[in-house]
């Protein structure tokens, strides 16, 4: 499993921005699919997760403002931005794992439950 995220960039305080993440996967499998970020000097944190079964969860800090999805048939995972803060900079990272059910009950917040990442994205917010 391969991740490849991009669409980052420098946008100014209440921008919208969306980023992507493009998933590779031979042979086939049901993903469940993440973003974590991590800003200078602090740790990798999550921010929203999609199951198999489209289910969306959110970090508090980011919730009724961000809004992950996918396109299942294409293996692209998007993450759209709104009303970005100063505190939103950070390198975004995509995750994967292997999950077919809902991933409600797992240990989704938590960086080491994902087994496949990609390189970030630099998303940066401007006051």
């Known amino acids: 499993v391969q991740l490849q995220a991009s669409g980052g960039g420098l946008v100014q305080a209440g921008d919208s921005l969306r980023i992507s993440c493009t998933v590779s996967?031979?042979?086939?499998?049901?993903?469940?699919l993440g973003w974590f970020r991590q800003a200078p000097g602090k740790e990798r944190e999550f921010v929203a997760a999609i199951s198999w079964t489209g289910r969306t969860y959110y970090a508090d800090s980011v919730r009724g403002r961000f809004t992950i999805s996918r396109e299942s048939a294409k293996n692209i995972e998007y993450l759209q931005m709104n009303n970005l803060k100063p505190g939103d900079t950070a390198v975004y990272y995509c995750?994967?794992?292997?999950?077919?059910?809902?991933?409600?009950?797992?240990?989704?917040?938590?960086?080491?439950?994902?087994?496949?990442w990609g390189r970030g994205t630099q998303v940066t917010v401007s006051s």
């Open positions: 995750a994967a794992v292997r999950y077919n059910s809902d991933i409600g009950n797992s240990g989704y917040n938590e960086e080491g439950w994902w087994n496949y």
């Open positions: 996967t031979r042979p086939f499998y049901r993903l469940a």
